[in-house]
């Protein structure tokens, strides 16, 4: 089954909408582990963190070229 641009893009945009629920679990647990003082799963989630921030980063970005590929084309044809 071919896909159009569009339909990548809002699986793309879906995707990162669930890495937005993800992070909102770990920042719930990031707020338990600042409270029970456990530095090392402080850490931990940090890090899980800084990775699912930049997933969801790079998806968005990804969803953003596909839906506007046609249309970044087109100017570069004007200009």
Same mark, same amino acid.
Request: proline share 0%; aromatic share 12%.
């Given at each position: 089954?071919? =896909?159009? +641009? %569009?339909? &990548? /893009?809002?699986?793309?945009?879906?995707? *990162? @909408?669930?890495? /937005? %629920?993800?992070?909102? =679990?770990?920042?719930?647990? &990031?707020? @338990?582990?600042?409270? /029970?003082?456990?530095? &090392?799963?402080?850490? $931990?989630? =940090?890090?899980? +963190?800084? !990775? &699912?921030? $930049?997933?969801?980063?790079?998806? !968005?970005?990804?969803?953003? @070229? +596909?839906?506007?590929?046609?249309? =970044? /084309?087109?100017? @570069?044809?004007? *200009?």
């Amino acid at each position: 089954m071919q =896909k159009s +641009l %569009e339909e &990548l /893009s809002e699986e793309y945009f879906k995707a *990162a @909408e669930g890495i /937005s %629920e993800i992070i909102a =679990k770990y920042r719930k647990q &990031l707020q @338990e582990a600042y409270r /029970s003082k456990n530095y &090392l799963k402080t850490y $931990d989630i =940090k890090r899980k +963190l800084a !990775v &699912l921030y $930049d997933q969801k980063q790079e998806t !968005v970005a990804t969803a953003y @070229e +596909l839906k506007n590929y046609y249309n =970044k /084309s087109q100017e @570069e044809k004007i *200009a």
